[in-house]
């Protein structure tokens, strides 16, 4: 009987127990189905970084659930898996994420943020850059879509009109091919992120990071609301699967831990789970990639806070409009604790 009781707790000790609030669920406690398949997408690049431990664990058979995980380098092809059913949880920078909401009457929700700011305004060495007031009446090229945005939002607000005050050129429409231009020559002032940085500055040791705009982001709206990266849900998959979705975003964290007490090591597991081409590359990176697991209240306001300041330079980016409450999948995680009975 002493070594049944020992290995009940063992057992109840590993069952996880989530209070879940905003998901349509009530509380409760119950084992995963292990035959359910759960299929996730990860990005390419810094918002998928955190995946790569929960990847491999996958791989080796040791994690709570059973994955089906693909990698992809577009985000349009992450949300159209949302949309068709063909993936259950996705990786997306957060303006995809709110548009897509917007677009599918609030199909998927927010589970967590996993990455923070990660750009940084990058210059050859022919321009001496230390502020944005350093920026009047020059031309910066910038990738599309978050970054042009999150750019125009922090030029405005530190007094530069663009188009009038700054040139923001978006000829080199993507991050990689940015990287090369700037690296070569072509650019003498651009707007990066991580690991690009890292990448361009190995291949022309002359770059020089002037201005980390998570840090000019935090000047001039709420400190930590600077959120570019998250995973989403389909809605109907976590109604249907609430404690799947419970243990998906416990793993989840730990992998993101992983990646960041063990860079070397998660490096190499994002090259292998093919996230990122080169492990040394993205191991450098990683402490300048601002990857976070940040869920509940403490996500809901820091993405309703990011996305009101999208909204007044670029609404069509989140879809028109700031989504509402129901965005946001309010969850606690535990771990249940059993000891042992006290023996006399």
């Not at 306001?301 to 330079?313: G, N, R, Y």
């Amino acid at each position: 009987m002493t070594h049944l009781r020992k290995l009940t707790a063992v057992l109840l000790a590993v069952i996880m127990v989530f209070a879940l609030a905003a998901c349509g669920q009530k509380d409760d406690t119950a084992a995963v189905d292990k035959d359910l398949t759960v299929n996730v997408v990860a990005l390419n690049g810094t918002t998928g970084f955190g995946m790569a431990k929960l990847m491999s664990d996958s791989k080796a058979g040791t994690t709570a659930l059973s994955y089906n995980f693909t990698v992809e380098t577009d985000p349009s092809n992450a949300t159209a898996a949302l949309v068709n059913g063909t993936a259950d949880i996705a990786a997306l920078p957060t303006n995809a994420a709110a548009a897509l909401y917007n677009k599918t009457d609030g199909a998927v929700q927010v589970l967590a943020l996993n990455t923070r700011g990660v750009l940084y305004v990058v210059t050859d060495g022919t321009e001496s850059i230390t502020s944005f007031a350093d920026l009047r009446g020059k031309n910066v090229c910038v990738p599309v879509q978050n970054p042009t945005f999150i750019f125009q939002y922090l030029c405005e607000k530190n007094g530069l009109t663009v188009g009038t005050d700054i040139t923001i050129d978006n000829t080199y429409a993507q991050p990689a091919e940015l990287n090369t231009a700037l690296a070569s020559g072509e650019v003498h002032i651009a707007v990066l992120p991580e690991p690009m940085v890292t990448i361009a500055r190995a291949a022309n040791p002359a770059l020089t990071v002037a201005l980390d705009l998570t840090a000019e982001w935090d000047k001039v709206a709420p400190a930590g609301s600077l959120v570019q990266g998250c995973v989403v849900v389909r809605k109907a998959f976590a109604d249907e699967h609430p404690n799947e979705v419970k243990a998906f975003l416990t793993e989840y964290q730990a992998s993101i831990e992983y990646l960041t007490a063990e860079p070397d090591q998660a490096g190499q597991m994002i090259e292998e789970a093919g996230i990122f081409a080169k492990a040394a590359v993205a191991a450098k990176a990683i402490p300048n990639c601002n990857v976070c697991f940040v869920s509940g209240a403490d996500m809901q306001a820091a993405l309703t806070e990011f996305l009101t300041a999208l909204s007044t330079v670029a609404p069509q980016s989140i879809g028109g409009k700031v989504p509402g409450d129901d965005f946001y999948c309010i969850l606690k995680l535990s771990l249940i604790h059993i000891s042992e009975p006290t023996r006399h």
